[in-house]
């Protein structure tokens, strides 16, 4: 399954929007045109790159058309909170993929630095070229 890095945006967003009492698990994400295999892909990449606190439980048969990832979310970690802060900006976001395709990146680490890098070079331009 390929990384959609506007679905990591949409979940960190649906997160913030619905989780109403802190550290009150989240179960069950339900985003127009994403099914819950894709849903729950994201969210598992999300907690394995430590942006988001998740319980993650593999079950099914041994088919692998049976096999199902459940997820309890916990919480956005800190820096899922920055990263959030980052996607926010769709012109930065469409920057930072630009600049990871070009490179031939996709994962969410090296998308983090892209927009933190973004971010500084707005602030370095904000500041007269000097931080």
Do not use: C
């Amino acid at each position: 399954m390929k990384l959609d890095l506007d679905l990591i945006r949409d979940i960190l967003l649906w997160i913030e929007e619905n989780q109403s009492i802190a550290h009150d698990d989240i179960h069950d994400i339900e985003l127009p045109g994403h099914n819950d295999h894709e849903v729950a892909y994201h969210v598992a990449r999300l907690a394995k790159a430590g942006f988001v606190d998740a319980t993650l439980q593999r079950v099914g048969g041994t088919d692998p058309g049976e096999i199902f990832l459940l997820y309890s979310i916990h919480a956005i970690e800190w820096p899922g909170h920055d990263l959030l802060e980052h996607l926010r900006d769709k012109t930065a976001m469409e920057r930072a993929k630009g600049l990871l395709k070009a490179a031939g990146v996709k994962t969410l680490t090296e998308l983090f630095k892209a927009l933190q890098a973004e971010g500084a070079d707005r602030l370095r331009l904000y500041l007269g070229g000097e931080i």
